[in-house]
């Protein structure tokens, strides 16, 4: 198993300003991903983060938006750029520790945009 | 590519009532399934899971069952409490690929 530590928990942060959230695993994981639940929707997946490499985005998400490091095996961040009120969204680390076992999740970010 | 859907929500049931969330999934090959709860203000929470057919994943009185034949993999309780309320998403994923998930339906028991 694995637990995530995700800060902050929430925030309401202006139009055009940046946000940068924490991922912090308490073992080393080789994958860690990113989410967002819009609010009422589903879960979709932004980008896999990748360590010692650039992250791998999924359609619809680029990396001057969301830019994302991935420093070693236990930490990850997901920075949301030039926010506007579209990106009001839960953002939720996740990681997997082997390959036919469950996904992790942290406790989200719930992001507010004014 | 791979899919999963779920029955449209929201679900509204009385406490002790019996429940089932359809889930049916389309992919390639033996995909692992899995059901999530994200209880209000929270992440999401493994409830259980399947890895291959036939396979009966159970947890806290939910159980669901991988059925290849019906591509399925439905969520049931035989007598729901209201702590039960919450979002269920339903997921597959094929082996270190990246995690697939329904739309999610949303469960409210009333006492």
């Known amino acids: 198993s694995a637990v995530i530590s995700q800060k902050p928990s929430r925030d309401i942060c202006q139009r055009g300003t940046s946000l940068t959230i924490q991922c912090q695993v308490d073992?080393?994981?080789?994958?860690m991903f990113w989410y967002r639940q819009q609010p009422g929707q589903s879960l979709t997946l932004i980008a896999t983060?990748?360590?010692?490499?650039?992250?791998?985005?999924e359609s619809g998400f680029v990396i001057d938006k969301f830019p994302i490091s991935r420093p070693n095996l236990t930490f990850s961040t997901l920075t949301v750029s030039n926010m506007s009120p579209e990106d009001s969204s839960i953002y939720l680390c996740?990681?997997?520790?082997?390959?036919?076992?469950?996904?992790?999740f942290g406790q989200g970010t719930r992001l507010t945009v004014v | 590519g791979d899919s999963v859907t779920q029955m449209e929500g929201p679900v509204t049931l009385s406490e002790e009532a019996f429940l089932t969330i359809n889930c049916t999934y389309t992919a390639t090959g033996y995909p692992s399934l899995f059901w999530y709860v994200q209880y209000p203000g929270e992440g999401l929470q493994l409830l259980l899971k399947a890895t291959k057919a036939d396979d009966k994943g159970s947890n806290k009185g939910f159980e669901a069952t991988y059925r290849k034949e019906t591509t399925s993999f439905h969520l049931e309780k035989g007598s729901v409490q209201v702590s039960d309320s919450a979002v269920y998403f339903c997921?597959?994923?094929?082996?270190?690929?990246?995690?697939?998930f329904g739309q999610g339906t949303r469960l409210t028991i009333n006492p």
């Open positions: 073992s080393q994981v080789t994958m």
């Open positions: 983060a990748n360590q010692g490499s650039e992250a791998t985005y």
């Open positions: 997921a597959l994923r094929r082996g270190a690929q990246k995690l697939v």
């Open positions: 996740s990681v997997v520790v082997g390959k036919d076992t469950e996904a992790f």
